[in-house]
């Protein structure tokens, strides 16, 4: 069984910023992609970013390309969100999760491609 456990959220201004972390346990971290989702109220869930099992490879949504970077330290199971110039609309609870697949080939944008998933962490941006 693998758990996730993310950190970091909180209520912050707009053009600010945060890192979220999320700590990983039960599996080989190492060997799986992640990736970070979001749920606003209302709202569908949405891809954020995602990083492959050994951190060469990254992908993000065109809504957060070059605010967001995605990372990873397979020494402290760990993958962390840094945000920059937060925006009111990325208000959201975030989610980070892992990939089903061993060392997929091609980073996945697709929750149903995630098997296990946080609990989510509060994002709030105020304008």
């Given at each position: ?43 569908e869930r949405e891809f954020v ?18 605010r967001f970077t995605i990372s ?56």
């Amino acid at each position: 069984q693998v758990q996730l456990v993310e950190s970091g959220g909180r209520l912050v201004q707009a053009g600010g910023s945060l890192r979220l972390s999320c700590a990983a346990s039960g599996r080989t971290f190492s060997s799986y992609a992640m990736g970070w989702f979001r749920q606003a109220p209302g709202k569908e869930r949405e891809f954020v970013a995602a990083i492959n099992w050994n951190g060469g490879s990254t992908t993000y949504a065109d809504s957060v390309k070059g605010r967001f970077t995605i990372s990873r330290d397979n020494a402290k199971n760990t993958v962390y969100l840094q945000m920059y110039n937060l925006k009111p609309e990325d208000t959201a609870l975030y989610y980070c999760a892992s990939d089903s697949r061993y060392r997929r080939l091609r980073l996945s944008v697709s929750g149903v491609d995630y098997d296990y998933w946080g609990q989510g962490t509060q994002v709030t941006v105020s304008s």
